[in-house]
């Protein structure tokens, strides 16, 4: 069993709807996670970060996370073309910051 | 966050030889990773750099193919040796700020 786990993709969206994306991981013991963004030939750019169960908004972001479900999520509202990228989970296990990446999930919003 | 600059950014290499890649912060942290990105793949953790002493490696990786040097808290390089077509990957640098983790522009290596 993978680490962590994305919905393979890839998603495409229409311009102004929302994207969801999905995440699972098998350690029961993961202590933070992140969600980043990786345009084509560049590095991951940090988009979001959670800790706690609930939900995390930042402007057009928000992270869910349901420990006991072992499930984390991201939502983009009103997608625009920019969020063209591929969304990687990660999360760290306890007290470390050693990151488990998942496959990514390539988003394409078409206009 | 942290401003990281990795070198080269790109680099093509021809088999058997070795590519040391430099990494450099603009300020002092305390824990710095090493990623590969293979083509199409997600990332992978290389090891752990420690400074003044022996970095830590992830199953899979061993000092001999990565030799991993971090004299102090701002610097640290990665070398890849004896490259095979393999080797062909992304390398990232990444530090720990304000307990998230980011990651430098990354090297491009092509092994021919």
């Known amino acids: 069993q993978k680490e962590v786990e994305q919905n393979s993709g890839p998603l495409s969206v229409p311009e102004g709807a929302i994207a969801s994306l999905n995440c699972t991981y098998s350690d029961r013991g993961s202590q933070s996670f992140f969600w980043y963004r990786q345009y084509s030939g560049k590095s991951p750019e940090l988009i979001m970060s959670?800790?706690?169960?609930g939900d995390k908004e930042d402007g057009r972001f928000t992270a869910q996370l349901n420990k006991a479900s072992q499930y984390v999520s991201l939502l983009i509202r009103d997608s625009q073309p920019s969020d063209s990228a591929t969304y990687l989970c990660a999360r760290t296990p306890p007290n470390d910051y050693k990151l488990s990446f998942g496959a990514g999930t390539t988003v394409t919003v078409r206009a | 966050s942290a401003v990281i600059s990795q070198k080269p950014s790109r680099d093509i290499c021809q088999r058997g030889t070795s590519l040391t890649i430099q990494c450099q912060v603009d300020?002092?942290?305390?824990?710095m990773f090493w990623y590969r990105q293979q083509p199409g793949q997600s990332l992978t953790l290389i090891a752990t750099?420690?400074?003044?002493?022996?970095?830590?490696?992830e199953s899979g990786f061993v000092i001999d193919k990565f030799p991993i040097s971090r004299p102090n808290l701002t610097f640290s390089t990665l070398t890849v040796s004896n490259m095979s077509p393999e080797d062909s990957s992304i390398y990232l640098c990444?530090?720990?700020?304000?307990?998230?983790?980011?990651f430098g522009e990354g090297s491009r290596l092509t092994v021919l």
């Open positions: 959670i800790y706690s169960n």
């Open positions: 750099a420690n400074q003044g002493s022996e970095a830590t490696y």
């Open positions: 300020s002092q942290v305390t824990m």
């Open positions: 990444s530090v720990v700020g304000a307990g998230e983790l980011f």
